[in-house]
């Protein structure tokens, strides 16, 4: 995605769960730092408002529209044992491209192919899903969060390479293995402006305006 | 109860120091947050091969918790048990905050504050240092989600991230067992903006135990 492209996430059925990560496209050793972007912003759920932060203190994305209420920044993705124990073996060979398939071996595979790895695979965004956390630190996935036609729309303030796994949420409790896909519509956006609900929404992310406009100082084109 | 007569290694860290060493399997090791509230960012790999290591998402994934306390084990990110949390007189540790450096601390506080010491620049200190088993050196590519031991950083209901006050106190310890070898990464955080630590931060001191 380049900066300045609206990017929406459609969700195709219920409690449908869309892992992502984000990359900076230049220099991808810069990505989506989960603990920045909540400490930045004081919350542990995302929602419209919200932008998300590179763990050099820029931001990747802002989150211009919402009709979810709740995504999950804090769960992380399914491995091949958890599918395994939840959903059962399955395998190429009989299931063809039914098989089932790990959020973990999934972004590894998609990492692959911009010379990213395990050692890249950081903590991910869970888009559609809604993780409530107890006085006690319990964690429990709610289910019947999302709708299907329901969307977020995420606007890149940086350019970005975006990893998208649409899979089961890793505290779902369903035994049947039904991702639900997502749709992606793109669309030029305006440059966010003074009043960007995203930038005024906290001093903090005012600061994280100018460390990314920064960046884009004289860039061709520059939104900015 | 493990007592400092029997340590294998025992040493003080001042505030704002990284520190680094490796357990084998079945050693104990200890932090002691010497004078309260102090936040100890760590980081666990497998000794002998570093890409894997401690992964927050695979231990409060599996523990459905996402508090870090006697009983947790921290899991890697091939979801192996890497330690086993066996003693804790603080209570709750957290490992959602992650660690500052001089780029959130920009955010986070002024964009004057770059140039004041943080967790990341520790650990990267301390990666450059450092002479692994592999020919592939560490760099920020290693550092994922850390623990902070000794903070207390609570989710609300609703959703909200609160830096809370502490709930450690001087003398407060935790002692973790090694289930593999274990390279450990420590920065003892020198932030001085935030409140989690009173402005202050303070030695802490590492402890190790051999197998009885």
């Known amino acids: ?224 | 109860m493990i007592g400092p007569a029997v340590a294998a290694s025992d040493e003080l860290v001042p505030a704002g120091e990284p520190w680094m060493g490796t357990l084998r399997r079945g050693q104990k090791f200890r932090i002691v947050d010497v004078e309260g509230n102090q936040a100890v960012d760590t980081l666990f790999y497998n000794a002998d091969d570093t890409a894997e290591h401690y992964s927050a998402q695979n231990t409060i994934q599996a523990q459905q918790r996402i508090y870090l306390t006697a009983g947790t084990v921290l899991l890697s990110n091939r979801g192996q048990p890497m330690l086993r949390i066996v003693e804790d007189t603080c209570g709750r540790h957290d490992t959602l905050g992650g660690a500052c450096s001089s780029e959130s601390n920009t955010v986070r506080y002024a964009l004057g504050k770059r140039y004041m010491h943080s967790c990341r620049d520790s650990f990267l200190l301390a990666l450059a240092r450092h002479r692994g088993p592999s020919e592939v050196g560490m760099t920020k590519r290693d550092l994922p989600s850390n623990i902070n031991f000794f903070m207390n950083v609570p989710v609300t209901p609703a959703g909200q991230l609160r830096f809370a006050d502490g709930i450690s106190a001087a003398g407060r310890h935790v002692d973790l067992l090694a289930l593999m070898d274990t390279l450990v990464l420590i920065s003892n955080c020198p932030q001085l903006n935030n409140p989690c630590n009173a402005y202050d931060p303070t030695p802490i001191r590492v402890m190790t135990w051999d197998p009885a």
């Open chain 1, 1 to 224: 995605m380049r900066r300045g492209i609206v990017l929406r996430l459609i969700a195709q059925g219920e409690d449908a769960n869309v892992a992502a990560l984000f990359y900076n496209r230049e220099q991808p050793l810069e990505r989506y730092n989960m603990a920045d972007t909540l400490k930045a912003q004081h919350i542990a759920h995302l929602t419209s408002g919200c932008v998300v932060y590179s763990d050099m203190g820029r931001i990747l994305c802002s989150i211009v529209a919402d009709t979810c209420g709740w995504h999950d920044p804090l769960c992380g993705l399914t491995d091949a044992q958890l599918i395994v124990e939840r959903y059962g073996a399955t395998r190429f060979q009989e299931q063809r491209n039914q098989r089932f398939v790990s959020g973990r071996e999934a972004m590894l595979v998609e990492l692959g192919k911009y010379g990213l790895g395990e050692r890249d695979l950081v903590a991910n965004i869970n888009f559609f899903s809604k993780v409530v956390v107890d006085d006690d630190g319990a964690m429990r996935l709610a289910t019947g969060h999302s709708l299907a036609g329901q969307y977020v729309d995420l606007r890149f303030e940086m350019d970005t390479l975006v990893l998208l796994h649409a899979g089961p949420h890793p505290l779902g409790t369903s035994t049947t293995y039904a991702p639900r896909g997502v749709q992606l519509q793109a669309r030029r956006a305006a440059p966010p402006g003074a009043d960007d609900p995203c930038r005024t929404r906290c001093p903090e992310n005012a600061r994280g305006f100018i460390n990314t406009e920064r960046l884009y100082l004289g860039a061709t084109g520059s939104a900015g």
